[in-house]
């Protein structure tokens, strides 16, 4: 008679990775606060072993509201609180939770991704703006937890997709129509999170790629890099205004960094559009109400349609993978 294999237990996953049951604990509850190097030796105890937490498994199924969590960088910025809302209004017509998990670290988002699908205390999860390794994909999907990625993409994942490099095409086709020659660049080009995507430098390849193809360039002088503040974005867009040869035309690689530059061009005089077109991405709520000409990536539908396929996915296992592709318009104001 072939004897039974043992279920793994907790105290199994504490002899393997040489921790103790408490830090085993806050692996799985608070990720956050244990170092990589403790949590990457216990997760790869459960993974060998195959040990599930089986009373937080029984505790959500005793729950009866349904929860989606989102994890997200950035979950204060204009555009990510779009997309929240997006997300919120799908699910609260379908009876479910919206659970935020803000990344701020590598490490963080790493905590994330190996607990969630152990714990089950979400029903699926969107992930927005962060790329995923294969090994998390993996993780998740043979946890059963459905996945929907926004901006990233992943063979085993849904997705919806924003062409940031065709963005940055259009922006270029739309000032070029309007005869300027003179072009300047702001945008967070190179931040310092290693956690996160970077559609910024798609938006300036494209608007780059435009310009050349058309015979026009964009020199280096005129591409300033500038975090995502409205301090050091002003600061980098008065350089750029004060160039000993200013640019008829400016291409802010976000609305917020926008904003910056029509509040500086206020203060120095400069008349917009007459002496300088504006041009921003995203079409944040604000953008229109300063009547920003901008590129709309349609911000609420991203996160009402990855709400939507999540939802679908969950209560039809066996729907296939969706690839979405936003399509992106420009939106023609007063400021270009």
Do not use: C, W
Request: aromatic share 6%.
């Amino acid at each position: 008679m072939t004897p039974t294999k043992k279920t793994p237990t907790i105290y199994d996953v504490a002899k393997l990775s040489g921790v103790s049951i408490a830090t085993i604990s806050r692996v799985l509850n608070s990720p956050d606060k244990v170092n990589a190097e403790t949590h990457k030796k216990v997760m790869n105890a459960i993974d060998r072993l195959g040990f599930v937490p089986k009373a937080e498994a029984r505790a959500r199924a005793m729950q009866g509201t349904g929860r989606i969590g989102v994890l997200t960088p950035f979950f204060t910025a204009p555009s990510f609180v779009q997309r929240l809302r997006g997300v919120a209004s799908s699910l609260s017509k379908a009876n479910y939770e919206l659970v935020i998990y803000p990344v701020d670290s590598l490490d963080h988002l790493q905590g994330h991704l190996s607990s969630i699908p152990l714990m089950k205390n979400v029903d699926g999860l969107i992930i927005m703006s962060l790329a995923i390794e294969d090994i998390d994909a993996k993780r998740l999907s043979a946890s059963g937890m459905e996945t929907v990625l926004i901006e990233y993409k992943h063979r085993g994942m849904n997705s919806i997709l924003i062409d940031d490099e065709h963005g940055g095409n259009l922006v270029a086709e739309y000032l070029i129509k309007k005869g300027h020659k003179a072009f300047a660049f702001l945008g967070d080009i190179e931040p310092p999170e290693k956690f996160s995507i970077h559609p910024v430098r798609s938006r300036l390849k494209g608007f780059k790629q435009t310009l050349h193809d058309a015979g026009l360039s964009l020199p280096k002088s005129n591409i300033h890099s500038a975090p995502y503040t409205q301090k050091e974005s002003r600061e980098a867009a008065l350089e750029l205004l004060q160039l000993s040869k200013p640019p008829t035309a400016i291409f802010a690689a976000s609305d917020f960094q926008a904003l910056a530059v029509m509040k500086i061009a206020r203060q120095l005089g400069i008349k917009i559009p007459d002496d300088v077109a504006v041009v921003g991405f995203d079409d944040i709520d604000v953008a229109e109400h300063v009547d920003l000409t901008t590129i709309s990536q349609h911000l609420d539908e991203s996160g009402r349609l990855a709400a939507e396929i999540l939802l679908s996915r969950i209560n039809e296992g066996g729907r296939p993978l969706q690839h979405v592709n936003l399509p992106l318009n420009l939106i023609e104001r007063a400021t270009a």
